[in-house]
């Protein structure tokens, strides 16, 4: 496994989550990462991504707002703080890392962790 995602759970709406991603085994401090998420019966959605750096950050118009990425290139972890969380959340959220840089296309994205379900109850 290259990247480890945890955190998720089943929270209630207006709850807030504190997803991680750490790598093991190589280093992607120098790459961009995001987060995408997959709801049960629909096509896998952007969420957010983070430069190398960190200087840069992109959001989905659903999360903007709600959602914060953040990444340490010294512990190679990218974190996902999810704020007033709605049911419409619910998802299996991944991780993913590109070399290529930031981007919201999931086929931009090389690695990818194994995900980990949010559930957010009405």
């Known amino acids: 496994v290259q990247l480890q995602a945890s955190g998720g759970g089943l929270v209630q709406a207006g709850d807030s989550l504190r997803l991680s991603c750490a790598a093991s085994?190589?280093?992607?401090?120098?790459?961009?990462k995001g987060w995408f998420r997959q709801a049960p019966g629909k096509e896998r959605e952007f969420v957010a991504a983070?430069?190398?750096?960190?200087?840069?950050?992109w959001y989905s118009d659903s999360v903007k707002g709600r959602f914060t990425i953040s990444r340490d290139n010294a512990k190679d972890t990218v974190i996902l703080q999810m704020n007033s969380l709605k049911p419409e959340d619910t998802a299996v959220y991944y991780c993913?890392?590109?070399?290529?840089?930031?981007?919201?296309?999931?086929?931009?994205?090389?690695?990818w962790g194994q995900g980990t379900l949010v559930t957010v109850s009405s």
């Open positions: 983070i430069s190398w750096r960190g200087g840069t950050t």
């Open positions: 993913a890392a590109s070399r290529p840089g930031i981007s919201r296309l999931p086929n931009e994205y090389g690695y």
């Open positions: 085994g190589r280093t992607f401090s120098t790459y961009a």
